[in-house]
């Protein structure tokens, strides 16, 4: 993270998940860089700016000798842990952000509420707001992210107010914000909206996200909404604004340059020769159509007899939320499916999917995205999707094509330069997969340069 070198620190980013995970190994601390898209987006952010980063850090640490160990650990970094007891974090985490809230974030039915995890979200937001006041100076300004945390901003507020301190307060959502009609499920739909309605400015990754969440306003809250991009609410003028989130290319280029990384090349380019690799590169989440994903590919396989043992799906689903019992379900199925797969399509010359349920250093992710003919991403939903500019970032040489689902953010932004589908059909799945591996050299330049220009001008 970005040193504070002495002076007022006039930055505070606070997100449920620190930049780096802590983790009790034979009795000690260990960080590691935690994985998913925001922290990927913000990390860039340290190469220009110097802030403090509050978050949990990942796991209970009760005695106070640990917790000042932990601290200095993380100090080095100017993150912040805040600590939270293990029920509270497992009901505030698993219970309501990733069992009621992301889902209907999502799009997802069936989610049943439940009262225990949401007094334990609004808890964890209130000791956020503790622990982030103490901190703060009279114009600080604090950048709040994401949906662990949105009743927040009105807590900050409130506490700032009685503390005499002003603050600007701004929220960034790295979800989609779905329309009225489907946030209405959530019961507590009214207090997540009034918790954001704190901050000075909110942001979204599309302009759809921001639209839906200025008519919710409108039709739930009665808020004035005639100014574009504002939203009048209880004498407070909020303004929201879309923020396209990107990702640091330069980091990418840099470790393909690695000769580790160029030998990994080599030894994957000769082990794959005539074959042509599809990559996926996603956590382990109903989000990102993985079952979607490999229903496609199944179709492509029985669709095209003439290419087997011609093409390769290397999937890693990186492990995510294994205490919420959707996510273990979705990996049991996974695995089932996976072994249909090759089950069926198999042949004694190799299997047409290489299915990898775990975590690949950062070394390796580089060559793989640098070695594959096409990336297939198949989210039914997700806020923006960072792998998609990672791979156009590691494929300068090799102009690869990507196979992105018209629900994924990003793809209001790389439509052009891409191939979309509608990830719920699996012939045009497989048409989208057929088309990326036959498409001729000037197309996919043409694509390419599109894609390239884009990640590069929206760097962070
Ligand atoms: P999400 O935020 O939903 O996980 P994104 O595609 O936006 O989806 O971001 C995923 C991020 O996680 C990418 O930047 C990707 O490189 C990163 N990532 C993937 N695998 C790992 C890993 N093993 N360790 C750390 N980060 C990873
Ligand atoms: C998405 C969310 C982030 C989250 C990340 C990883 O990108 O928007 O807030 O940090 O997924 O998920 P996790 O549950 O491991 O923090």
């Excluded at 901003?153 to 307060?169: D, F, N, V, W, Y």
């Excluded at 029985?302 to 979705?330: C, F, G, M, T, W």
């Excluded at 775990?358 to 039914?380: G, M, Q």
Aim: aromatic share 10%.
């Amino acid at each position: 993270m970005g040193s504070i070198s002495g002076g007022k620190q006039n930055l505070i980013i606070v997100s449920n998940r620190l930049p780096l995970s802590v983790k009790r190994v034979d009795g000690s601390f260990q960080s590691s860089l935690s994985s998913g898209g925001l922290v990927t987006s913000l990390a860039g952010l340290t190469k220009s700016t110097q802030f403090q980063w509050f978050g949990w850090p990942g796991l209970e640490v009760r005695d106070l000798g640990d917790r000042e160990e932990v601290s200095k650990s993380l100090e080095a970094h100017n993150a912040i842990p805040i600590f939270l007891d293990s029920t509270l974090a497992h009901e505030h985490y698993n219970g309501f952000s990733n069992r009621i809230l992301w889902p209907i974030l999502h799009y997802q039915s069936g989610v049943t509420f439940d009262d225990t995890p949401w007094q334990a979200y609004k808890r964890v937001n209130e000791l956020f707001a503790d622990a982030i006041v103490e901190s703060a100076e009279s114009g600080t300004l604090i950048w709040v992210h994401d949906y662990h945390l949105m009743l927040l901003p009105e807590l900050l507020r409130h506490r700032l107010k009685q503390q005499g301190k002003a603050c600007a307060i701004g929220f960034s959502l790295h979800t989609p914000f779905p329309a009225g009609d489907f946030w209405r499920n959530l019961p507590v739909r009214k207090h997540l909206i009034e918790g954001l309605l704190s901050s000075d400015l909110i942001g979204f990754h599309t302009d759809e996200y921001k639209q839906n969440f200025i008519d919710t306003c409108a039709s739930l809250l009665d808020a004035r909404t005639e100014i574009p991009n504002q939203i009048q609410y209880k004498n407070r003028l909020v303004c929201t604004n879309k923020f396209i989130v990107g990702i640091d290319p330069q980091k990418f280029t840099d470790t393909l340059q690695t000769p580790k990384v160029q030998d990994r090349i080599r030894t994957l380019k000769e082990r794959y020769k005539g074959v042509k690799v599809i990559v996926g590169v996603d956590r382990l989440d109903h989000i990102k159509g993985l079952t979607q994903k490999l229903s496609g590919f199944d179709t492509f396989l029985d669709d095209h007899p003439e290419l087997q043992n011609k093409v390769v799906l290397i999937q890693v689903a990186v492990p995510s939320r294994e205490d919420v019992k959707e996510y273990q379900d979705l990996e049991r199925d996974l695995c089932t499916m996976a072994g249909k797969i090759n089950g069926k399509h198999a042949t004694p010359e190799g299997t047409p999917l290489l299915y990898m349920h775990r975590s690949v250093p950062f070394a390796e992710l580089t060559a793989l995205y640098s070695v594959a003919d096409v990336c297939l991403l198949t989210s039914t939903r997700d806020g923006m999707n960072l792998v998609a500019f990672e791979y156009v970032a590691c494929q300068e040489e090799r102009h690869g094509v990507l196979v992105l689902s018209e629900f994924a953010g990003a793809s209001s932004f790389m439509s052009e330069g891409s191939i979309s589908f509608h990830p719920a059909n699996t012939t045009e799945m497989s048409e989208a997969i057929f088309k990326a591996i036959t498409l001729d050299p000037s197309e996919r330049k043409s694509k390419y340069e599109y894609l390239r220009n884009f990640v590069n001008e929206n760097t962070r």
